[in-house]
């Protein structure tokens, strides 16, 4: 019997003959230069790690998001996935008007029809999001000083997966659910080795899975990370192998937001087929764990996912 962390999960992606068509007219309109982070972002918009979200958020959702933690649609969702552009890009844009998003090499990746154009209060983001205004948190210092000046928002078609060196090792929420469905894999535990680091990391959250009847996926977190980085991340994958244990990178741009992050990467593994993640004290640090647990608390009926707190 199939369970519902082994079902497909919708995409963004067109047919290839719509793809086709679409990177044609693509000539014809104004092309956004995806950043580091936006490629990551939308890879995971096409093929369904942020799911329910149809493109990067409208005004209306970015607020409710931010005061609320959900969408207008009412769905759970902690982080605004936003597509910030510069002042001179926004000047061509208007509402009603569909752009390209390209990789720095040009290629046309998706099509994105632009609902809404905004000028966001950042620092307000900032306090809502990371709880202060400080630019020397990463996050805040991010948004502040390296994120664009206006944001857009809109559906997404996609055309194309960006590329990029460890794709292999990146396996898509469909590949995921579809490679569980073939394992009978009903429940997955996911969880990053960062989350537990050596000596015995491996020994314990195999233990960790064991009490909960579940399988493992290993999903080290690769989104931004230097090629040096993401080949360590991913050795160390590797090398956490057995027979109940999948390997699969994550290719996510973290935004270091505390409890939210650990709530938002919660409801992406659960859309790549996880039933159970992991939120570690001695990572997160007691006041993020605290945090955390108590939104787990508060939106285990809607998260989806079973979250199993580790303290130490």
């Known amino acids: 019997m199939t369970t519902p962390n082994q079902f497909p999960i919708p995409e963004l992606y067109v047919s290839p003959e719509a793809a086709a068509a679409l990177t044609q007219e693509a000539a014809r309109l104004p092309g956004w230069v ?19 979200l149809k493109g990067f958020l409208t005004q209306a959702d970015y607020d409710l998001v931010l005061a609320e933690m959900h969408l207008a649609s009412g769905h759970l969702w902690p982080i ?34 632009v609902t809404d154009k905004w000028v966001p209060d950042k620092l307000a983001e900032a306090r809502q999001l990371h709880g202060t205004e400080d630019r020397s948190h990463p996050g805040v210092g991010y948004l502040i000083d ?7 928002g809109g559906k997404v078609k996609g055309l194309q997966r960006p ?9 898509t929420p469909n590949e995921l659910r579809h490679r569980f469905r073939d394992l009978g894999w009903t429940q997955v535990l996911a969880v990053q080795p960062a989350d537990l680091p050596e000596p015995d990391g491996l020994t314990r ?15 080290p977190i690769v989104g931004m990370a230097s090629p040096a980085q993401a080949d360590e991340l991913l050795r160390v994958a590797h090398d956490w192998t057995g027979p109940d244990v999948e390997p699969s990178a994550l290719n996510l741009a973290t935004r270091m937001a505390g409890p939210r992050e650990v ?9 790549h087929g996880a039933t159970h993640v992991v939120c570690s004290g001695a990572v997160q640090g007691k006041a993020t ?3 955390a647990q108590r939104l787990f ?5 809607e998260a989806g996912v079973t979250v199993i707190g580790l303290e130490t």
């Open 163 to 171: 590329s990029c060196g460890f794709h292999s090792d990146c396996r």
């Open 80 to 113: 605004p996935v936003t597509l910030d552009v510069s002042d001179e890009f926004a000047r061509q844009i208007e509402p009603g008007r569909d752009i390209a998003l390209q990789d720095p090499k040009g290629a046309v990746l998706a099509i994105m029809s």
């Open 263 to 271: 709530l938002w990467h919660a409801l992406v593994r659960r859309n």
């Open 289 to 291: 764990y605290d945090a």
């Open 146 to 152: 390296s994120a664009g000046p206006v944001y857009l």
């Open 205 to 219: 959250i195999s233990r960790v899975a064991q009490e909960a009847q579940a399988d493992l996926l290993i999903q």
């Open 297 to 301: 608390q508060q939106y285990h009926g």
């Open 34 to 52: 995806l950043t580091a982070r936006q490629l990551c972002d939308l890879e995971l918009l096409m093929n369904g790690g942020f799911y329910p």
